[in-house]
């Protein structure tokens, strides 16, 4: 089984709300991810955790707050977000540590900030 | 930072017409992916290169990964209307943690 799953699917915000998104894995993989994807564009990587540590943060502005409960499970918590950041976010999911490692990919949420 | 020049940026086919597309660094990579990504979805791993000179097949698609370790190919043969998408390669920087490195994807069209 190679699933993340992601909810919610879509989600419509104003820039005053808090949400979350959250993702999940099976696969007993201890590298968890999150990605933003504008349209046409290739997914632009913003956190990854590493054994339920933060390892990279790509200068993600502060209204993004990553979160790893468990190895299982990713959130990626939202708070005054402006409309630029409507896009489709991706979690994946991988081995983690040196080493090649495939990363697998859920099927986003489709975010829009109004 | 680094890039991957992926190569052509769209593509235009016939039912039944072959595709080949690819992705060439400056950079050495330890590892290429390949993903397809269909609208609104997130994108699907196809296949995963691990070795210089590697060629590997999913089905009817072939990958290999380049011997100089900074290029990669995808082949598809045989297309058929399901294989619309944007294709995007990935590769892992050699002595890099785990972050990818993507191209600017290969969107192809399949005319029946």
Sequence with gaps: ?114 | GQQLNQSPQSMFIQEGEDVSMNCTSSSIFNTWLWYKQDPGEGPVLLIALYKAGELTSNGRLTAQFGITRKDSFLNISASIPSDVGIYFCAGQLKGGSEKLVFGKGTKLTVNP
């Design chain 1, 1 to 114: 089984d190679t699933e993340v799953t992601q909810t919610p699917k879509h989600l419509v915000m104003g820039m005053t709300n808090k949400k979350s998104l959250k993702c999940e894995q099976h696969m007993g993989h201890r590298a968890m991810y999150w990605y933003k994807q504008k349209a046409k564009k290739p997914p632009e990587l913003m956190f990854v955790y590493s054994y339920e540590k933060l390892s990279i943060n790509e200068s993600v502005p502060s209204r993004f707050s990553p979160e790893c409960p468990n190895s299982s499970l990713l959130n990626l918590h939202l708070h005054a977000l402006q409309p630029e950041d409507s896009a489709l976010y991706l979690c994946a999911s991988s081995q983690a540590g040196q080493g090649v490692h495939e990363q697998y990919f859920g099927p986003g949420t489709r975010l829009t900030v109004t």
